[in-house]
Structure formats: C-alpha cells, structure tokens
C-alpha cells in the first residue's frame, strides 16, 4: 500500500542539515557554538546569521540546487556560507585556497556554479578569471565589494529561515576530490549522506556537548568540517576555529581555551612533537586527540602516547566519497592493534576483495570497498567514473589492505603507492615505519621511482631531527639489518622539509615529480 504525505507531515519528519542544526539550537540557544578570533557567535545568534545569509542569497535570484563555490580560509563567515547553502536549499563548492586561476576556473566551471563568495586576500586569482565565468553572483566572506557574508549575518536582514521543502537526498555539497593523478571529480554529497555520517562521528569518536574543540585544518576538506564541525554543533559543542594549523597557534589556543579536542593529520602532531613549545605550553586540558588523513607511522604514535598519557587517541580512516569516515581505531584498541585503522562505524560495512569481488582470506591483501548511507550519490557530470567507483555495487576505495582474524582493517598503501621493485611488490608504508625507528629521523616518505632495472626503485626522502646526522649509507644499512632485501631503500635523498597539501596531506607526487626529474 502506498502512502502519500501530507506537507505538514513531510515538513515535520525532515532531516536535512539545517534541521539537524535548529535541534541543537532548541537544546542550547545561549551556549557557544562557534568562536573565531575576538567573535563569539551563541547557537540562537549563529542560527539568526545563517538565516540572514541565507534569504540574501535567494534574494540575489539563487534557486535551490544552484551552486555556491566557496573559495576562502578558515572563519566563522567560512562557516555561516555553508550553514546558509544548507537552509537555503543550494549546492555548496568548498575550492581549496591554495588553488590559483586555472585551478579555480575548471572547479567552478564544472561544477557549473552560479555564485561565487572568496577571500579578499584571493582578489587576484579571482579578478583573472571573472570575466570568463558563468557566475551571476560574487561576493566575499568579509571586507570586499559586492555581497558581504559577515556583513550579511550581522546585519538587520529577516532572521527567519526561509520556507522551503528542501529534500533530504538533495544534493548539498560537491566535494572535490584532489585530483593527484587526474582533473578532480566533484563527490555529490547529500543532506542524508552526511547525516548518516555525523551519526557515525558522534558513536565512534565520543563526541559530546562538553566538548570544546579546536578546528584548525582547513574547512573545504572533508575531515574538519564533517567529522568534527559538523557533528560537534549537532551534540552542542563548542568549536574554536583558527586560520591554520601552526604550532604556536595550536599550543596557545588549547592553553587559551582548555580545548579538550583536536583532530589533526600525522604531519601536524609530528611538527607539534618537534615544537619546542610542545614543553613549554600547559596542554592538560587536552582529553580527546585524534589524528587521520594519512597513515601515522607506529614510532610517531608511541612518541606521542608516552609524552600525552592522559590523552584518549582514535585513529580516523576513510575518504571523501564516505563523508568522510569508514573506521575508527578507540583508544582501548590502540593497546592492541596500534597500527590498525580500527573497525568500520556504524553507518559503514567494509570489505576487502580481489579483482572479481571476492573476500580476500583473512591476513590477505586486497582492495578496501565500502557499502553505507554515507556514500556520495555520485560524481559531479562524470558517469564514467561513477559507474566505475561503485562497480559491483560496492564503493572502490582505491586503498589497498586486509583484515585480521579479530576483526581490524590494516590500511597498507594506496594503490598509487605500491611500489613493483623487480617484479615484488612493496608497501611504502612499511619501509618509512623502519625508518622512523632510527633515532636521527623526523620525517620520511617513501616512493617509487623509474629504474631500468627495477621497474621502480624504492626510494626514501627523509628530513633529519634538529641537532642530528646521518648519511645514506647509515640508513639504507639501518634498512637492512630490519627488512627483506627487496624492501631496502635503492636510494635515501635528504630535504629540509617535505610538501604537504593545505590540508596536512603529504603530497608523494611531488616528490615523484621532482626526483624523477633530478
């Protein structure tokens, strides 16, 4: 039998993202939500600016579905657009700041986006482009010409949400992805997607209303904003956000602000580690840490577990086209499987398979995939790839790993990052975790170079710890007395610092590009 519902019934079970966030605003109106610099926005003061923001929006001619490129830093007008984007029923387009024009134009060309809100300090970038775009609305987060988010929020404008039946599966953001061996695809993300991860952010990560985090990676990356920013104003958190993830700004703020939550990637808690500030600063506070994005090596893990006792750590895996979380290691099974990415969470089901779909045996290593109401619906304007993504109705991860016999997913590489050393195959991962065990190395990462004789060489780009020395020689014998032959570093190359994405990231291919090239 088919039931028709009424529209005060299907207004009244809803469940898109501005909702989820009038529920948090009914249970705390005069508690922090967010606070950025010497601006403190309450949930009710919040909930009223993103009404603000979002009937100027409809007021500027947007119609649900549009598209919105956001192209901007972190700030609070940061996130006032994207809570706007949702109330307003509209598409929101994170673009990574670090883009320039050319970069810049393909997204919001692809994406095909209507408007487009940026940082004044990206004037330039967006002044080449402008003219060649099809955008009917410009505007910035504060302090420019045209449409003033800030301005907006603090304004007088109607402070009622707008009447809208916004759909649920509507898509509400597209996600780019980084596009490290081809032009990014845009993950359609929907309001039901995420919901359904936030709901696994919340079980897994134990995130609560007492919660006072630090939000310092950038917000056009999926791991800040959906599995701590948006989960943590859905429990009623209070969020701090800062421009970038820097030491002295890290340390100062939990100081400051006696955060008891923060999220970074491996390369952030390693340059912490090395800060000499990491001493000098009262981080007791700090309860919750988690870390994610890339693989933390095992040795950096136990640095960090002994010099922060008191400090619960979980291990976040997944990826963007997931919302981006697929499994979590908790603190208690750090002690166990310290190297593990943990157990799918509660929206997820993962498997690992070989090329026809099939369950690898236990210990064996395969593709990881994915079924869960978290996943994107598809990606943006290009049904090649999604078709392929999704082929055997299972989201391709592109990781490669196993399971164990209790129940743990071991991430070993990317398939990118496997490296075919003479017709034997090797994970990066597991020769940059010896050498991070030699007392003199920060920071390495492990790739594949072209060899006439290898196929691909493994090779080691390594920084040193201040005050420390060592030579080629040194490690590739320290490799030896530790691994197979066959896994022992062709080569050690030596920089001052390795590149890294805005969002923590390290970026191997441009070690690969610019090593093949030396």
Same mark, same amino acid.
């Given at each position: 039998?088919?039931?028709?519902? #009424?529209?005060?019934?299907?207004?009244?079970?809803?469940?898109?993202?501005?909702?989820?966030?009038?529920?948090?605003?009914?249970?705390?109106?005069?508690?922090d939500?967010?606070?950025?610099?010497?601006?403190?926005?309450?949930?009710?003061?919040?909930?009223?600016?993103?009404?603000?923001?979002? *009937?100027?929006?409809?007021?500027?001619?947007?119609?649900?579905?549009?598209?919105?490129?956001?192209?901007?830093k972190? #700030?609070?007008?940061?996130?006032?657009?994207?809570?706007a984007?949702n109330?307003?029923?509209?598409?929101h387009?994170?673009?990574?700041?670090?883009?320039?024009?050319?970069?810049?134009?393909y997204?919001?060309?692809?994406?095909g986006?209507?408007?487009?809100?940026h940082?004044? #300090?990206?004037?330039?970038?967006?002044?080449?482009?402008?003219?060649s775009?099809?955008?009917?609305?410009?505007?910035?987060?504060?302090?420019?010409?045209?449409?003033?988010?800030l301005?907006?929020?603090?304004?007088?404008?109607?402070?009622?949400?707008?009447e809208?039946?916004?759909?649920?599966?509507?898509v509400?953001?597209i996600?780019?992805?980084?596009?490290?061996?081809?032009?990014?695809k845009?993950?359609?993300?929907t309001?039901?997607?995420?919901?359904?991860?936030?709901?696994?952010?919340?079980?897994?990560?134990?995130? *609560?209303?007492n919660?006072?985090?630090?939000?310092?990676?950038?917000?056009?990356?999926?791991?800040?904003?959906?599995?701590?920013?948006?989960?943590?104003?859905?429990?009623g958190?209070?969020?701090?956000l800062?421009?970038?993830?820097?030491?002295?700004?890290?340390?100062?703020a939990?100081?400051?602000?006696?955060?008891?939550?923060?999220?970074?990637?491996p390369?952030?808690?390693?340059?912490?580690?090395?800060?000499?500030?990491?001493?000098?600063?009262?981080?007791? #506070?700090?309860?919750?840490?988690?870390?994610?994005?890339?693989?933390?090596?095992?040795?950096?893990?136990?640095?960090?577990?002994?010099?922060?006792?008191?400090?619960?750590l979980?291990n976040?895996?997944g990826?963007?086209?997931?919302?981006?979380l697929?499994?979590?290691?908790s603190?208690?099974?750090?002690?166990?499987?310290?190297?593990?990415?943990?157990?799918?969470?509660? *929206?997820?089901?993962?498997?690992?398979?070989?090329?026809?779909?099939?369950?690898?045996?236990?210990?064996?290593?395969?593709?990881?995939?994915h079924?869960?109401p978290?996943?994107m619906?598809?990606?943006?304007?290009?049904?090649?790839?999604?078709?392929?993504?999704?082929?055997?109705?299972?989201?391709h991860?592109?990781?490669m790993?196993?399971?164990?016999?209790?129940?743990?997913?071991?991430?070993?590489?990317r398939?990118?990052d496997?490296?075919?050393t003479?017709?034997?195959?090797?994970?990066?991962?597991?020769?940059?975790?010896?050498?991070?065990?030699?007392?003199?190395?920060?920071?390495v990462?492990?790739?594949?170079?072209p060899?006439?004789?290898?196929?691909?060489a493994v090779?080691a780009?390594?920084?040193?710890?201040?005050?420390?020395s060592?030579?080629?020689?040194?490690?590739?014998?320290?490799?030896?007395?530790?691994m197979?032959h066959?896994?022992?570093?062709?080569s050690?190359?030596?920089?001052?610092d390795?590149?890294?994405?805005?969002?923590?990231?390290?970026l191997?291919r441009?070690?690969?590009?610019?090593?093949?090239?030396?």
């Amino acid at each position: 039998m088919t039931h028709t519902l #009424s529209p005060a019934i299907r207004r009244t079970i809803r469940n898109t993202l501005g909702d989820a966030l009038q529920r948090a605003v009914r249970r705390s109106p005069n508690k922090d939500a967010l606070v950025f610099g010497d601006r403190r926005w309450t949930y009710q003061a919040l909930n009223q600016a993103v009404n603000r923001v979002a *009937n100027a929006l409809l007021a500027q001619g947007l119609q649900q579905g549009d598209r919105v490129a956001a192209y901007g830093k972190n #700030s609070d007008a940061y996130v006032l657009l994207w809570l706007a984007c949702n109330r307003a029923g509209l598409v929101h387009v994170p673009v990574n700041f670090a883009l320039t024009e050319g970069e810049l134009r393909y997204i919001v060309e692809q994406s095909g986006a209507r408007a487009l809100i940026h940082d004044i #300090s990206m004037q330039a970038h967006v002044d080449q482009v402008r003219a060649s775009l099809n955008c009917s609305v410009h505007g910035t987060f504060y302090g420019g010409e045209g449409l003033d988010v800030l301005a907006l929020a603090q304004g007088n404008g109607p402070a009622d949400a707008p009447e809208l039946d916004i759909d649920e599966n509507a898509v509400c953001q597209i996600l780019y992805t980084s596009g490290t061996t081809a032009a990014p695809k845009g993950a359609m993300m929907t309001h039901r997607s995420l919901q359904a991860e936030y709901a696994s952010c919340i079980a897994a990560l134990e995130l *609560n209303a007492n919660d006072r985090s630090l939000a310092s990676l950038p917000l056009y990356h999926s791991a800040q904003m959906h599995v701590f920013l948006m989960p943590h104003l859905l429990v009623g958190a209070t969020t701090f956000l800062i421009p970038a993830p820097t030491p002295d700004a890290c340390f100062d703020a939990i100081a400051q602000h006696g955060i008891t939550s923060f999220f970074a990637p491996p390369t952030v808690w390693i340059a912490l580690l090395r800060h000499p500030g990491f001493a000098a600063h009262d981080l007791s #506070s700090l309860h919750k840490g988690y870390y994610g994005a890339s693989i933390m090596p095992v040795p950096v893990l136990e640095e960090l577990r002994q010099r922060m006792p008191r400090v619960r750590l979980f291990n976040c895996y997944g990826q963007s086209e997931i919302a981006p979380l697929a499994t979590v290691l908790s603190p208690e099974e750090h002690a166990i499987q310290p190297a593990s990415a943990g157990r799918p969470v509660l *929206n997820v089901e993962t498997r690992v398979v070989d090329d026809q779909m099939q369950d690898m045996p236990l210990g064996e290593m395969g593709e990881i995939v994915h079924r869960s109401p978290q996943t994107m619906i598809g990606y943006w304007d290009k049904p090649e790839q999604t078709e392929e993504a999704f082929e055997g109705g299972w989201f391709h991860s592109g990781d490669m790993g196993y399971f164990d016999q209790d129940g743990f997913l071991f991430v070993v590489d990317r398939v990118k990052d496997i490296i075919n050393t003479g017709g034997v195959v090797v994970s990066s991962r597991e020769v940059e975790e010896c050498l991070f065990t030699h007392p003199a190395v920060s920071e390495v990462a492990v790739i594949a170079l072209p060899d006439e004789r290898w196929i691909e060489a493994v090779t080691a780009v390594v920084c040193l710890k201040d005050g420390f020395s060592a030579s080629e020689e040194e490690l590739i014998a320290y490799a030896k007395e530790r691994m197979a032959h066959f896994k022992v570093p062709k080569s050690v190359h030596f920089v001052d610092d390795l590149p890294r994405s805005t969002a923590g990231k390290l970026l191997k291919r441009e070690l690969r590009k610019q090593f093949a090239e030396a």
